[in-house]
């Protein structure tokens, strides 16, 4: 199995530009997750899912959107980049509320984002 | 405000050196203690659950204990493939479901 996959693992972008960051998970997990990882920061969360057709803002969403497009993809929108967005962002899932294993988080490998 | 620290910041070993691991906690109520490795360029990874005091875990060279206001992760004879950065995060039941606090991390060095 693949786990937690995450598209592009690298980018540069220059301020004002947008992308979007793909995910994608194979274990038929419910909740899926933004994390962005900068130093001496730790993880901090952007948006979550905690189900098809449902996202919620977390710790730091603004200049962020989101999108659950169905139960394996969940991607992270940049409309117009700042350098303040430079990080390393992670992918999460987990099987959800009532589940065996309901708030273990699997990981993406990440994707490191430069704006310059 | 939920918080965890994470001590130290940075740890190196020699191989075969055991020492500890600090995470302390503060929360309204503990739903679960997690620890977690990140090797550096990759995703972290899943070591323990711990959900209520005097819980203890073990995998190989690691012990997770926790008390009530913080967790422990002993490592006993360090190899050099134990260095990585060792996560702490906590949920807490006032919080969003599956939403957890992560603290900076300890990065572990260990020296053959």
């Known amino acids: 199995n693949a786990g937690v996959t995450q598209t592009p693992k690298f980018q540069v972008l220059k301020t004002g530009q947008s992308m979007t960051l793909q995910c994608a998970q194979d274990?038929?997990?419910?909740?899926m997750y933004w994390y962005r990882q900068d130093p001496g920061m730790g993880l901090r969360l952007i948006y979550y899912?905690?189900?098809?057709?449902?996202?919620d803002k977390g710790e730091v969403p603004n200049g962020y959107n989101v999108s659950r497009l169905n139960k394996r993809e969940f991607s992270l929108r940049l409309e117009s980049a700042a350098p303040s967005q430079t990080s390393v962002y992670f992918c999460?899932?987990?099987?959800?509320?009532?589940?065996?294993?309901?708030?273990?988080?699997?990981f993406g490998a990440g994707s490191r984002l430069t704006v310059l | 405000e939920d918080q965890v620290t994470q001590s130290p910041e940075a740890l190196r070993l020699q191989e075969g050196e055991s020492s500890s691991l600090n995470c302390s906690y503060t929360?309204?109520?503990?739903?679960?203690l997690f620890w977690y490795r990140q090797d550096p360029g990759k995703g972290p990874e899943f070591l323990f659950t711990?959900?209520?005091a005097g819980e203890e875990k073990e995998k190989e060279r690691l012990k997770a204990t926790l008390t009530k206001k913080e967790s422990f992760l002993h490592i006993t004879a360090p190899k050099p493939e134990d260095s990585a950065t060792y996560l702490c995060?906590?949920?807490?039941?006032?919080?969003?479901?599956?939403?957890?606090?992560f603290g900076k991390g300890t990065k572990l060095s260990v020296k053959p």
């Open positions: 999460a899932s987990n099987p959800g509320q009532g589940a065996v294993g309901a708030n273990v988080l699997t």
């Open positions: 274990m038929n997990h419910n909740s």
């Open positions: 899912s905690a189900s098809e057709g449902t996202t």
């Open positions: 929360v309204s109520g503990l739903r679960g």
């Open positions: 711990l959900y209520s």
């Open positions: 995060a906590v949920l807490d039941y006032g919080g969003s479901q599956g939403n957890l606090i």
